[in-house]
């Protein structure tokens, strides 16, 4: 079982920048690629940007690419998300969450394939 608590959120004006962290229980978080994923009001939820347990590997939305930038620090069951240059069309509850798996060198990009889900953060950008 793993735990994720998310952090980091709040209000902050268009073209600011927030660093999201999620920190998880267990002694074995390089073992679980991690991903965030964002739902805003009235829509779906939907992929941010995701990293493998080695940390070697990442993926992003095509909507946040070169603005977000996620990175893992595994002695500190900690995962990350960097959000610079942030838009009113950012503005959602954040979530992260951890798939266990023995490919330290994969990313996943389906919230189907996660096993483990945060509370969330919420991030509310201004215009």
């Known amino acids: 079982q793993v735990q994720l608590v998310e952090s980091g959120g709040g209000l902050v004006q268009a073209g600011g920048s927030l660093r999201l962290s999620c920190a998880a229980s267990g002694r074995t978080f390089s073992s679980f690629a991690m991903g965030w994923f964002r739902q805003a009001p009235g829509k779906e939820r939907e992929f941010v940007a995701a990293i493998s347990g080695s940390g070697r590997s990442t993926y992003y939305a095509d909507s946040v690419k070169a603005r977000f930038t996620i990175s893992r620090d595994n002695a500190k069951n900690t995962v990350y998300l960097q959000m610079n240059n942030l838009k009113p069309e950012d503005t959602a509850v954040y979530y992260c969450?951890?798939?266990?798996?023995?490919?330290?060198?994969?990313?996943?990009?389906?919230?189907?394939?996660?096993?483990?889900w945060g509370q969330g953060t919420q991030v509310t950008v201004s215009s």
């Open positions: 969450a951890a798939h266990q798996t023995y490919y330290s060198g994969s990313v996943y990009l389906n919230g189907n394939e996660y096993d483990y």
